[in-house]
């Protein structure tokens, strides 16, 4: 199955194409053993683990977005504030105006904090509802993996080679994807 049947596909639909392959598996002839070609899997995969960065940094420049947005939100109520304070020296004999406003800048930067606040919790609620998405993907993945894994060790191969020999095809994709996933939480070290 050729991985660039779509142009970028996002890491979601290259784990449900593993998985539909899996599920899809045609069985060895006269057994309950399925046949997966290893290489279509394995660049499934490792192109889903080279996507997972790029969704990462989308979420990383959303969130830091996030905090741009709230410091030019503070700068503005401070500016505000700085305004109100002004306008209140220059018109020290008149209170009422003076009062008024103080409420008008207690007002905004009220308003400017529960803004700040309403979109840290949908950036918040945004990138948990993204990421619980995307381990539900890799849990059914990994069930689906374990699965096939199973069906591997419990049958013998239909040719007649020695158990340990199909196994230890299985055994090399663990590695290949043990690596990729080294490579990926590379970012993350200090």
């Known amino acids: ?5 779509h142009p970028h596909p996002d890491t979601e639909t290259l784990l449900r194409r593993v998985i539909e392959m899996v599920n899809n598996a045609r069985t060895m002839p006269m057994s309950n ?12 995969l490792e192109e889903a683990l080279d996507r997972l960065p790029e969704e990462l940094k989308r979420a990383r420049w959303m969130l830091k977005e996030r905090e741009e947005f709230l410091a030019k939100t503070r700068r503005e109520a ?9 306008a209140a020296e220059r018109m020290v004999q008149r209170t009422d105006i003076v009062r008024e406003a103080a ?5 905004l ?5 529960d803004e700040s606040s309403r979109l840290r919790m ?5 990138c948990d509802q993204k990421l619980a998405a995307f381990e539900i993907v890799l849990e059914r993945t990994m069930k689906t993996v374990a699965a096939g894994r199973d069906r591997l060790r419990s049958s013998a191969p239909a ?7 199909a196994l230890g095809e299985v055994a090399g994709t663990e590695k290949g994807i043990s690596e990729a996933e080294e490579a990926f939480f590379d970012q993350d070290r200090p």
């Open 159 to 165: 040719d007649g080679a020695p158990a340990h020999l």
């Open 103 to 107: 409420h008008t800048a207690t007002r």
């Open 122 to 126: 949908e950036a918040d609620d945004y």
């Open 78 to 86: 401070e500016d505000i504030l700085e305004q109100a304070r002004v």
């Open 109 to 113: 930067v009220d308003e400017a904090r």
């Open 1 to 5: 199955m050729p991985v660039d049947d």
């Open 33 to 44: 053993t399925i046949r997966l070609t290893k290489d279509d899997i394995q660049e499934l």
